[in-house]
């Protein structure tokens, strides 16, 4: 998902980039606990019935359940922040806090995008500047990737 704002006082342009998510804290609650009603149910009939190993492996199946889902919900919480002033374009990416700055010296730097292969590969959006390179919108679907190079080739060469 792309976000853009523009502030007018300052003539900084930021782009906020995050990825689709799925679901919210609650919601992911609530299909844990449905599932573990659901898969308790079912144990619990195998185990009335006498199959009463069934219980472990349903247990464990809602455990990685729970797990995929809470990694789910940490790569859905990153962000990557593109600020583009009159002299610098900076990216930073993180979580809730930035983890990783990259700053680029805004008449110099060249965005650097190649289209989906004919193997099915996706698209690479990236930033580059006397050797340095950072991808950036790597999370992105491919119309929103394509969107955002064009957007920031407009913006970087306008001054």
């Not at 193997?119 to 990737?145: A, Q, T, W």
């Amino acid at each position: 998902m792309v976000e853009s704002e523009h502030d007018a006082a300052t003539g900084e342009k930021t782009i906020v980039l995050r990825p689709n998510g799925s679901l919210n804290r609650r919601q992911g609650v609530a299909l844990l606990a449905f599932c573990a009603l659901l898969m308790g149910s079912i144990g619990g009939v195998f185990a009335f019935l006498g199959a009463w190993p069934v219980l472990p492996f349903s247990g464990l199946e809602w455990l990685l359940l729970a797990y995929c889902l809470h990694l789910s919900r940490r790569q859905s919480a990153e962000r990557e922040i593109i600020t583009i002033t009159d002299a610098l374009v900076r990216v930073e990416k993180g979580r809730e806090s930035p983890w990783q700055t990259h700053k680029f010296q805004r008449a110099w730097v060249r965005i650097d995008w190649t289209g989906p292969s004919a193997r099915g590969r996706p698209s690479r959006l990236s930033l580059r500047l006397h050797g340095k390179e950072v991808e950036i919108g790597r999370f992105l679907v491919e119309s929103e990737r394509q969107a955002l190079a064009m957007e920031l080739k407009v913006l970087l060469s306008s001054r």
